[in-house]
């Protein structure tokens, strides 16, 4: 019953700021991976950006310096700032955990609902 729940997207004007957030609830036991994603219509999935248990951070290289990601692990949380917005970042936003329900058994890969973010020129 593990939910990932996105919210934070919404229209806004090229060069503005946008920070999404992703929180995932149910029986986990650990989280060792959390990425952001996004697809605009006719594209593939795209990873934008992802931290690691140990803080270790990778961006694509369209958003390096304009967003930067974040992670609380109390709250089983990943947020993503967006600063400097460009038309070109419109898409469906997703966020995906790594999740280890409990000890014996593998990491899955768990996705959130997908949250819409449109940049105005």
């Known amino acids: 019953q593990v939910q990932l729940v996105e919210s934070g997207g919404g229209l806004v004007q090229a060069g503005g700021s946008l920070r999404l957030s992703c929180a995932a609830s149910g029986s986990i036991f650990s989280i060792n991976y959390m990425g952001w994603y996004r697809q605009a219509p006719g594209k593939q999935r795209e990873l934008v950006a992802a931290?690691?248990?140990?803080?270790?951070?990778n961006y694509a290289d369209s958003v390096k310096g304009r967003f930067t990601i974040s992670r609380d692990n109390a709250k089983n949380t990943v947020y993503l700032q967006m600063n400097s917005l460009k038309p070109g970042d419109t898409a469906v936003y997703y966020c995906?955990?790594?999740?280890?329900?409990?000890?014996?058994?593998?990491?899955?890969?768990?996705w959130g609902q997908g949250t819409q973010v449109t940049v105005s020129s």
């Open positions: 995906n955990h790594l999740i280890r329900l409990r000890v014996g058994v593998p990491f899955d890969n768990y």
């Open positions: 931290i690691t248990s140990d803080g270790s951070t």
